[in-house]
């Protein structure tokens, strides 16, 4: 399956932004993106790549990094083969590259929260957050 993130620009500290995910084709085993289990993350400049959101097959659990709770939103539209990030309320530490992941695999904390839990990812779109 192909991932492919965009929607990151440059956003004065308190706005907003909307990440999407485009994903297409199946995984080596024929799973559509229903069948995935979806992934954020996010790389600043020096730093490690640090899980963000998450959100289950069905949209019905989600997870997120306790710096963005109540700040970002993840979701997704499986008619779509869609992911969002709506990001509100930002701030200059979320400044980073941010990406998205999928795995068909049943997964389950802490797992969700790590790279290793992932198979695919995309290539990545940038988002700077100036003060």
């Known amino acids: 399956v192909q991932l492919q993130a965009s929607g990151g620009g440059l956003v004065q500290t308190g706005g907003s932004l909307r990440l999407s995910c485009a994903a297409s084709g199946r995984t080596s085993s024929g799973h559509g993106f229903s069948r995935l289990f979806m992934g954020w993350f996010r790389q600043a400049q020096g730093k490690g790549r640090e899980f963000v959101a998450a959100?289950?097959?069905?949209?019905?659990?989600?997870d997120y990094i306790e710096s963005v709770q109540g700040r970002f939103t993840v979701s997704r539209d499986n008619a779509k083969n869609m992911v969002y990030l709506q990001m509100n309320s930002l701030k200059s530490e979320d400044t980073a590259v941010y990406y998205c992941a999928a795995t068909p695999g049943i997964i389950t904390a802490p797992l969700t929260r790590e790279e290793r839990g992932y198979d695919n990812w995309g290539q990545g779109t940038l988002v700077t957050v100036s003060s």
């Open positions: 959100i289950s097959r069905d949209g019905t659990r989600r």
